[in-house]
């Protein structure tokens, strides 16, 4: 347990963020740590309300997610995919049979009038999951996909075209009605809370959408805690998923420091992969506070590495000393 | 096949009449058969809406049905209901992988404004069903139970609570705004149609929901073609469910010609089973036309026996000699 900390709370979207999500809910106390959460790829599918990144980041704190293809639950089953097949419906998003209790429960819970905030708990308590895990906002922020060929709903471009088409740009639909959860202005003011971890989602259509709601930037940029990156560029590729496509598409230098800039003055600190050493000074010279680590997340233990090095990077910024 | 008879209106509920309806299917071409099915039962739930009897009509004709618990599919597993449990949603109502996709399927389609009668033939055709099946109203109809302490809506009392309570009386919530379905009335006045059968369904919670759509009582009835009932009382026993159990507690004679008295001036002829071939004469004393024939039906052999029987039947009855 890193004792150099009292709270943190993660920013993420899905599978490589919900990685250290995973190290650091495994190195914290449970009342340590609050997950905020990208709710711009959420979608309706069959009349269900489908939250991929939350569910992602449930499954894999409650030891639920599927090993293999980084979505979904472990053990599925696909007999009610493969019967909507057989009666001619919709079978591009492949939903589980286990991972439907989750849609069923939560598309009843937002209908009978409980919030994304509400529902997000109720499921993370059945699972089992002692975090508070928050969504970016209650309110629907839905991300777009620009193309030449003109715009995609997230899970279009995604799932069903693959991350093929090129990217011009992005979109966060509804986010001018939106509002930030309820709690979250309340922690962010905490003086207990001593960092805000970026985990390392794709910065684009992951955590740009939490950026996007109204005010939230700010109340980070305005809390004392430092905010820090994790760079989710690995030696100019992603781990996994479109990051590093879209950076050549977008015609931004495909590697950690664009990342970082990417940020700009939302950050305090960036922890860059060991392989990346050599771009330590050109992160300073955005003005930020540096670590490089080991970054690459593949056993648990690397997980649980990854979430140390940054808690004791954060512990070492002095926020004050930088603004 | 009957050449006996050219087209056919089979009015049914779920088990007991889907098991007469599966041999009517079988014994008429496609296009001679038309299904006519109670939607009293249909309920919400977990955001699902689910028709019963349908449902069980559906699975029947397309050899889909569970042959062991009598609803439900064959092959069924249960692996989004285990994970509703684990999760704390409710259980009560058994929703198995496959059955899911046709609630799905179905609620998708309401939503999207499809009418039941549109989102049912989909359905049938996904199931490879070639006949027309027609819920009894495109607008809802809700069989609620009248029972001492109040109350129950229909799969509280049949599912929750195992038909346990005592029942006093029924009420079909919605029926004043309800209207038949669009094709009923152009069926009722086709001159090929040549009878129209009530199936061995429970005559208060499966066919009394269907003639309380007004104005379909009355269009049966104004049809030239014979109304036929099939009972569902062998014995003084009901072969499934709680016909019988619900004869006494309305102060009912538990026999087969209650269920004929009880239809009253609907029907033209009623089919009694070999059992209660003594009864024949208290029937025709209510002005009916009658017959004895075996109408427990446990093997496809025995249904195709009952259809064909009840098609002689029919064809028997020259209505103007009755009215």
Redesign the interface.
């Known amino acids: 347990m890193s004792a150099a900390v009292r709270r943190i709370l993660a920013i993420t979207g899905g599978v490589g963020g919900a990685k250290l999500a995973l190290g650091l809910a495994r190195v914290l106390e449970p009342e340590q740590l609050t997950f905020l959460v990208n709710t711009g790829d959420d979608f309706e599918h ?3 309300t489908i939250c991929p990144d939350i569910d992602t980041l449930l499954y894999t704190l409650s030891g639920q997610a599927n090993p293999d293809t980084g979505w979904g ?1 472990r053990e ?2 696909w ?6 097949a ?4 919709d079978t591009w998003f492949k939903l ?3 991972d ?3 849609h ?2 939560r ?2 819970a937002l ?1 009978s009038g409980a919030s994304l905030t509400d529902v997000t708990a ?2 993370a ?3 089992g999951i002692p975090q508070r895990v928050l969504p970016m906002s209650d309110d629907r922020i839905a991300t777009v996909i620009r193309t030449p060929a003109g715009e995609l709903a997230f899970q279009q471009y995604f799932v069903r075209e693959r991350c093929a088409p090129e990217v011009i740009g992005f979109r966060f639909e509804g986010r001018e009605q939106a509002r930030m959860p309820a709690g979250l202005s309340e922690l962010l003011a905490d003086t207990e809370l001593d960092g805000i971890v970026i985990c390392p989602s794709n910065p684009f259509v992951s955590v740009d959408p939490i950026l996007a709601v109204p005010g939230l930037r700010e109340a980070l940029t305005g809390a004392a805690a430092p905010v820090v990156a994790v760079s989710p560029i690995i030696a100019g590729s992603a781990v996994k998923g479109p990051t590093a496509k879209m950076m050549t598409e977008l015609g931004v230098p495909r590697d950690a420091v664009a990342v970082a800039r990417h940020y700009g003055t939302l950050l305090d600190g960036f922890v860059l992969d060991n392989s990346d050493a050599s771009r330590l000074a050109d992160v300073e010279a955005l003005g930020l506070q540096a670590v490089a680590t080991p970054t690459l997340m593949v056993t648990l233990q690397d997980k649980m590495n990854l979430a140390l090095a940054t808690l004791d990077f954060i512990a070492s910024i002095s926020k004050s000393a930088i603004h």
């Not at 007999?79 to 909507?84: G, I, M, R, S, V």
């Not at 057989?86 to 419906?89: D, I, N």
């Open positions: 069959l009349g269900l639950r599925e089953s007999h009610c995919l493969d019967t909507l057989e009666l001619g419906g589980g049979d286990r439907l209790a989750t069923l429960l598309t009843e209908r109720m499921l308590r059945g699972l």
